[in-house]
Each structure stands twice: as structure tokens, then as C-alpha cells.
């Protein structure tokens, strides 16, 4: 496959967890990126995007100011800062790039219940 995303985990809401998404078999540097969330009964939706250099990102209304995207180029790995978990974000988060270029890796789940 094309990424491994890893990191997920039950939290309870307010905690904290990072995510972080592997990739491989294409030149991940040269890539602008992005993370997706599908929740149970709902559409595939994009959480939040990062240019390939980094300098740039973007963030659905709903997680901004509470999550942050980053990117190691050296290592072919982008991550999911997430903070002030709420039970909405419950999800299976996906990364891929912004035009879903590749196929989808299985995810990782994230649920925030207390």
C-alpha cells in the first residue's frame, strides 16, 4: 500500500492524541497531503491539508484552532496533533493526497467517549 496511518485510540473528551500517517512507493516530498475522517454513517471529509514543503496548511472549520498538521519530509511521515478531543471526532482517519491520488490505506480509528 501507499500509507500507514497509526496512532489512534480510545481518549477520553478534552484529551490528546497524535496521529501519524507512513508513506511510501511515490515521492512524499514532492506531494501536498491531507487528512480525512470517515465517521460511522457518514461521507469520507477532509480534516486538514499541508503543502509539500509544509509552508502552508488548512483546516475544516471544525478542527481548527484545536488540531495541527505537520510533516517530516526526511522520513516520509505525516502526523495529526489532535487536542480537545470531542466525541464528533470519532472517526476512522485517512490520509491520502488532496485529489485522493492513490489508494486508501485501512486507517486508524479514533474514538473520544468517556
Known amino acids: 500500500g501507499y500509507f500507514a496511518e497509526s496512532g489512534g485510540g480510545l481518549v477520553q473528551p478534552g484529551g490528546s492524541l497524535r496521529l501519524s500517517c507512513a508513506a511510501s512507493r511515490f515521492t512524499f516530498r514532492s506531494v501536498p497531503m491531507s487528512w480525512y475522517r470517515q465517521a460511522p454513517g457518514k461521507e469520507r471529509e477532509l480534516v486538514s491539508s499541508?503543502?509539500?514543503?509544509?509552508?502552508?496548511?488548512h483546516y475544516a472549520d471544525s478542527v481548527k484552532g484545536r488540531f495541527s498538521i505537520s510533516r517530516d519530509n526526511t522520513k516520509d511521515t505525516m502526523y495529526l496533533q489532535m487536542s480537545s478531543l470531542k466525541p464528533e471526532d470519532t472517526a476512522v482517519y485517512y490520509c491520502?493526497?488532496?485529489?485522493?491520488?492513490?489508494?486508501w490505506g485501512q486507517g486508524t480509528q479514533v474514538t473520544v467517549s468517556s
Open positions: 491520502n493526497t488532496p485529489t485522493s491520488s492513490f489508494a
Open positions: 499541508i503543502s509539500a514543503t509544509g509552508g502552508t496548511t
